[in-house]
């Protein structure tokens, strides 16, 4: 840890990770700690919020000294911690926040809201405070952004204002084929042919509807033909990836914001369609947004 | 049971479920069993198939006598009792099968060959038969039948020949977003509702790459709107078979084999983009095709 003071913390509350940093004034990360104690974790054994959080960031913490905790992400959710309420589109991303009392009298904390659109209806809770992160080192910043991950977010941002999005359920549903469908016997575990991955790209873009099919055809290829374990994992994800493209419309200069693994995965499905794409880190997103209302 | 004398025993082996008829000359069924000995069960044992089949069957075999048994489906698979080969599009179906030796002297057990098509790669175990169970009953019987189930398949007929075929992996997919992806918060356990079915059929054939968005917006909707897990049932299913509707090119007037509640699905869905259909029960075509290379 740096002799730093700690001036805030900030807190990334996901379904699945809880992740914490200690932030000087000058922004610099003093510290980070991390647990399995996601939203669904603690929610799934009916347990207490606030002890997963204090159990990770005591070591930061002085007696008599309250410290402002910024959280983002699922922790606000109907099964979180509070539910806090969403903010409707066209709006700037992280209007409000619901500060939430505590036993620990040493933090001050508070959860973002997430973002609602109602037609189509669509939710995000911690997204949006990584497309603030995205406004204050680009503020002029227009256009399309894409968030990867279990659940895909693209997002429309003008004039300051996230003005639509749409979720895509990718990562999820290739997590489910790769591990519990008839596709499981087909699929190696990991490894990466961008070969194939670029194929599957390209099939799931110009021809959507026979995605079903096409799943169905890497086992058969596999059985009739011994298609290798990384190939056929790689045009899965390449056949789920090119699927979202297509029903992404206007796809032209993207942001993408996401870990290392995603946004790599995700620049490659975009180059296999010749669109070209910025790279932003998705920690050094959340890091910014969560600070960014607080000075 | 009945009196007659027992000519014959057909065996449909899914994965799933292990179904006997006990046949007389006449094509009359003097008696059936079933278990839920399928071939999945028992190749997760190492278990033995030839006991499965026995015990269920033991009442229909008389000492000193040896009966028929005509087996189709995935008992032939590379996890089955014997691996039997493919036949290879364009053929007839059941162009082959392949006799296996047993402990039990009572029983003279055949298996049919499944059928493969090399580009694209696919396979089909079992449907084969009901294939050939409707040329049995209609030998002119030229164009587009649909087997709907798990792995849904479309199958192309010419000449008496299966032209060539396509898996979809609707049901599975549909079951695994049910089940256990997030919209297991969001979807009934059953029921069913004709409106939001046929709206969803309709969004999954005109929009198939917005299948992985029109997902999560279910979820959304439920959580903001309140959308009932009925509906969004309904719609779920109408998205899948919809999307798989939109990837089968030219359909117009189809035969359906299937188990009734499956049958009816596909012909609501059928109905909702203006095809015609006629459906043939898949037990009736399953025993016209086992019996007929017989006599």
């Given at each position: 840890?740096?002799?730093k003071?700690?001036e805030?913390?900030?807190?990334?509350?996901?379904?699945?990770?809880l992740?914490?940093?200690?932030?000087?004034?000058?922004?610099?990360?003093?510290?980070?700690?991390?647990?399995n104690q996601?939203m669904a974790?603690?929610?799934?054994?009916k347990?207490?919020?606030?002890?997963?959080?204090?159990t990770l960031?005591?070591?930061w913490?002085k007696?008599?000294q309250?410290?402002?905790?910024?959280?983002?992400g699922?922790?606000?959710?109907?099964?979180?911690?509070?539910e806090v309420?969403y903010d409707?589109?066209?709006c700037?991303?992280?209007t409000?926040?619901?500060?939430?009392?505590?036993?620990?009298?040493?933090?001050d904390?508070?959860?973002?809201?997430?973002?609602?659109q109602?037609?189509?209806?669509?939710?995000?809770r911690?997204?949006?405070?990584?497309?603030?992160?995205l406004?204050?080192v680009?503020?002029?910043f227009e256009?399309l952004v894409c968030?990867?991950?279990?659940?895909?977010?693209?997002?429309?941002?003008?004039?300051?204002?996230?003005?639509g999005?749409?979720?895509f359920?990718?990562?999820?549903?290739?997590a489910?084929?790769a591990?519990?469908?008839?596709?499981?016997h087909?699929?190696a575990?990991?490894?990466?042919?961008?070969?194939?991955?670029?194929?599957?790209v390209?099939s799931?873009?110009?021809?959507?509807?026979?995605f079903?099919?096409?799943?169905?055809?890497?086992?058969a290829?596999?059985?009739l033909?011994?298609l290798?374990g990384?190939?056929?994992?790689?045009?899965?994800?390449?056949?789920l990836?090119?699927?979202?493209?297509?029903?992404?419309?206007?796809?032209?200069?993207v942001v993408?914001?996401?870990?290392?693994?995603?946004?790599k995965?995700?620049?490659?499905?975009?180059?296999?369609?010749?669109?070209?794409?910025?790279?932003?880190d998705?920690?050094e997103m959340?890091?910014a947004g969560?600070g960014r209302?607080?000075?």
């Amino acid at each position: 840890m740096s002799e730093k003071t700690i001036e805030w913390i900030a807190v990334d509350w996901g379904t699945t990770n809880l992740r914490c940093w200690a932030i000087a004034r000058s922004g610099e990360v003093c510290d980070q700690a991390e647990s399995n104690q996601g939203m669904a974790a603690i929610a799934s054994v009916k347990g207490d919020f606030e002890s997963a959080l204090v159990t990770l960031i005591q070591p930061w913490l002085k007696d008599g000294q309250t410290i402002p905790v910024m959280a983002c992400g699922m922790v606000g959710a109907r099964n979180g911690w509070v539910e806090v309420p969403y903010d409707t589109v066209p709006c700037p991303p992280q209007t409000s926040r619901t500060r939430v009392p505590t036993r620990c009298g040493e933090i001050d904390f508070s959860i973002y809201s997430g973002v609602k659109q109602v037609s189509p209806a669509d939710v995000m809770r911690g997204e949006e405070t990584q497309l603030s992160g995205l406004l204050s080192v680009a503020p002029d910043f227009e256009g399309l952004v894409c968030l990867p991950g279990t659940h895909s977010k693209w997002v429309t941002i003008k004039g300051g204002l996230i003005h639509g999005f749409r979720t895509f359920m990718t990562g999820e549903v290739f997590a489910l084929l790769a591990e519990q469908s008839v596709l499981r016997h087909t699929l190696a575990a990991d490894g990466w042919d961008e070969s194939d991955f670029a194929t599957g790209v390209k099939s799931g873009v110009d021809s959507p509807g026979d995605f079903l099919n096409q799943c169905f055809c890497l086992r058969a290829e596999a059985l009739l033909e011994g298609l290798d374990g990384v190939a056929a994992r790689s045009r899965l994800s390449g056949l789920l990836i090119g699927q979202e493209l297509s029903g992404v419309k206007d796809v032209s200069d993207v942001v993408l914001i996401g870990a290392p693994h995603m946004a790599k995965l995700y620049e490659a499905a975009l180059a296999a369609v010749g669109v070209k794409c910025q790279i932003r880190d998705c920690g050094e997103m959340t890091l910014a947004g969560l600070g960014r209302g607080l000075f």
